[in-house]
């Protein structure tokens, strides 16, 4: 326990606060009525639930009447990675926020940091999507400003007891719904898949699919089963957590009516036992099975199909890629789409509230029929699945008939959504909400660092190894700097001897717990001694490496999506930040058009796309996973986590952009079986490699 720790008071697991989600004014009403103390909702941009309904601008204030009225507490999600576009729309958030009078808003970006101290009437809590899994975590958001964290639902009762410890910061938990396989707040396996982040609240659930295991059907091996503590309130209470949040602001009002009723009766003094059938519907809207979680260091038997059949509470399906939580309103325009079989192509136009969106897809030859979807059915199931909230009204087509490739209605689900999301953006941009001149401040634009001199195309200058790695790779070929991963203090006295006088940095990890404080601090007293630069991945990290004093850079684990954050850390001792690896070309050039702190930009690697606490089986280790969009990724320990990155890495180092300029230029070598071939191999025009989302948009 650290110096920044105490006992808290004791309280009655009735004193503890409910917290619930509304996806729609339907489910706040159903919360409220069950006995919610406080609800979290979000509006339609700028939260981590984009499919959810959500709520307008006029929706809000009405919603924050009704929660003040049942004595309640209304808590606003803005809660991701914000692009340069969105940080005024951000601030306009923050504006209506504390016009209706909200309580409290979640967070993760670090830019909304620099907008704390001008809305002093908002608390602001850390969003589970800022990975807390310990007290060095939590310190960081205390010293940051932040009056409550969400911690990461991977935590035991004794990680949480000891997260709920620090001074002057309230912890909140998961008590109830859904689990991600992946650490809160590092999956970037839907971004890499299509574009779509769950960082910014466009997860498509690619965990919850089936996957093959070196070509052999594995099941669901990374879908998690269902969160359910109701039994363990006493526990939770014990560990010193203020509130109990429960998830599921992709479900109905049925289902969170239920939910928030069983846990009121339950903080009330019902036997828990007595609830257990209760407890069992709630899992069956989802047909996944019911688990405590890591609460008691179970890290195995945590995924898998339950072949449970879905519950009548159910109407839509939470890990859809295109979602509504609730009955569609009149007060929400419909849209409509039309598809004209021509000669050269299939003529497509999507309208949504007076927004017009035409474009022509090619007529692909249908290779597998079975696999084919021809326009009726695909017209049906958009006739019979809400985008956005948002029902077809007209749809219409002149070949009913026509197949279609499964990755040519992808596509057309996805220009759908996004022509919705313009419509939304351009009806509802809040443009009437005006910002004090103290904000507009904060948010005009700075001259970009002189230091940012190198353009992507130029040879890259760093490179990112595993302590292995080090000496064969330093043989061969000398960059200006070694960023290493996974070292410890023993270690890296190696790793300085390899380097001899090239920079070392050495990379804290983006992921640690309670246990691993100790080591990470001796670590840091060697940096210190020996003068190695440190690189910060987690907001505990910048907690301990700042009290050890050491030089620090901002590394992948703590992205840049807008120039705003990188001032932000900056001005928190950070030397160099790092670029958001999902960023696509447009964000790239507009961040480092504005980034007033040298940036590096990572142009080559095998991403980090899933951090899992769960352990796997052990055949699993340094074998390929597949899925059925032939997404490969290899299953690795790494600091004993279980991490999957991709088989084929992404590699920007044959495009040149003169507008994106950087101080560096890393390939990231991690996870590669030969360095030196990925370091020396340079994609063609003939055979172009994957490049993330740098040549297509994120989400």
């Known amino acids: 326990m650290t110096d920044e720790t105490t006992d808290r008071p004791p309280t009655s697991v009735a004193g503890l606060e409910l917290l619930a989600p509304a996806g729609d004014a339907e489910s706040l009403r159903a919360a409220l009525e069950a006995g919610a103390d406080s609800v979290y909702f979000g509006l339609t941009v700028l939260n981590a639930r984009r499919r959810a309904h959500n709520f307008t601008e006029d929706e809000l204030n009405q919603a924050v009447q009704d929660v003040h009225a049942q004595n309640a507490r209304a808590y606003l999600t803005l809660n991701i990675d914000l692009t340069e576009r969105d940080l005024e729309l951000a601030a306009r958030v923050l504006e209506l926020a504390r016009r209706a009078e909200v309580d409290a808003v979640l967070v993760r970006d670090p830019a909304l940091l620099a907008l704390r101290p001008e809305y002093t009437e908002l608390e602001f809590h850390f969003s589970t999507q800022t990975c807390m899994t310990n007290s060095a975590d939590v310190s960081a958001a205390a010293k940051l400003g932040a009056t409550r964290v969400v911690l990461a639902r991977e935590l035991t009762l004794a990680e949480i007891q000891a997260a709920s410890a620090v001074r002057g910061v309230q912890t909140e938990v998961f008590a109830q719904g859904a689990l991600c396989f992946c650490i809160s707040g590092r999956c ?59 998830e599921g602001r992709m479900k109905n009002a049925t289902w969170v009516r239920e939910a928030v009723d069983i846990y009121r009766r339950a903080m009330s003094g019902e036997d828990a036992t007595a609830l257990h059938d209760q407890i069992e519907r709630l899992g069956d809207y989802t047909g996944r099975k019911l688990t405590s979680g890591y609460l008691d260091g179970q890290r195995e038997n945590l995924t898998g199909e339950s072949g449970r059949r879905r519950g009548p509470a159910e109407t839509t399906d939470e890990d859809s890629e295109v979602r509504s939580s609730a009955k569609d309103r009149t007060d929400r325009s419909a849209y409509s789409f039309e598809m004209t079989v021509e000669p050269r192509g299939i003529r497509c136009r999507c309208e949504c509230d007076g927004l017009v969106d035409e474009w022509t897809i090619p007529k692909t030859v249908v290779r597998r029929r079975h696999k084919a979807v021809s326009i009726e059915a695909f017209i049906a199931w958009l006739s019979k699945q809400p985008v956005l909230g948002r029902s077809a009204e007209e749809i219409s087509t002149n070949d009913p008939e026509f197949l279609l490739v499964p990755r040519a209605v992808n596509g ?83 790793v300085r001897s390899h380097c001899g006088r090239t920079p070392l940095i050495a990379a804290l990890p983006p992921v640690f717990f309670e246990d691993d404080i100790p080591g990470l601090r001796e670590l840091l007293r060697v940096c210190k001694r020996a003068d190695v630069t440190v690189e910060v991945n987690s907001w505990g990290g910048w907690h301990l490496a700042r009290r050890a004093n050491v030089r620090m850079e901002s590394g992948p684990g703590l992205p840049v999506l807008n120039s705003l954050a990188s001032r932000v850390l900056a001005k928190r001792g950070v030397r160099t930040v790092t670029l958001s690896v999902e960023a696509d070309r447009r964000q790239l050039q507009r961040m480092a058009a504005n980034c007033p702190v040298p940036c590096s930009l990572v142009v080559f690697g095998r991403p980090p796309l899933m951090t899992t606490r769960v352990e796997l089986p052990e055949d699993y280790l340094r074998k390929t996973l597949t899925d059925r969009r032939d997404t490969r990724v290899t299953a690795r320990r790494e600091q004993g986590l279980w991490v999957l990155r991709p088989v084929d890495p992404f590699d920007l180092r044959a495009d040149r952009n003169d507008r994106l300029r950087v101080s560096h230029l890393v390939v990231d070598l991690v996870g590669s079986d030969d360095p030196v071939r990925d370091w020396q191999h340079r994609p063609s025009a003939r055979k172009p490699a994957f490049q993330f989302n740098y040549d297509r948009s994120l989400y």
């Not at 689900?413 to 919705?420: G, P, Q, S, Y």
């Not at 910002?435 to 940012?452: K, M």
């Not at 760093?462 to 061969?476: A, Q, T, Y």
């Open 188 to 246: 970037l396996m839907s971004s890499w898949v299509g574009g779509r982040s769950g960082n910014r609240g466009a997860c498509t659930s690619p965990c919850r699919v089936p996957w093959a295991i070196e070509g052999e059907p594995a099941g669901t091996p990374l879908s998690m089963h269902d969160l359910a503590t109701v039994d363990r309130l006493e526990e939770l209470r014990q560990a010193g957590v203020t509130a109990l949040k429960i």
């Open 412 to 494: 057309l689900v996805d220009r759908i959504t996004k022509t919705i999301r313009r419509s939304q953006k351009k009806r509802g941009q809040l443009s009437n909400i005006g910002l004090p001149e103290s904000v507009q401040e904060i948010l005009e634009n700075r001259p970009p660092c002189p230091s940012n001199r190198m353009c992507l195309g130029d040879p890259p200058d760093r490179v990112r190894l595993e302590p292995e790695m080090v000496e064969s790779f330093l043989s061969s070929v000398r960059p200006d700097g070694v960023i290493v991963e996974g070292l410890t203090a023993e270690i890296l006295k190696q």
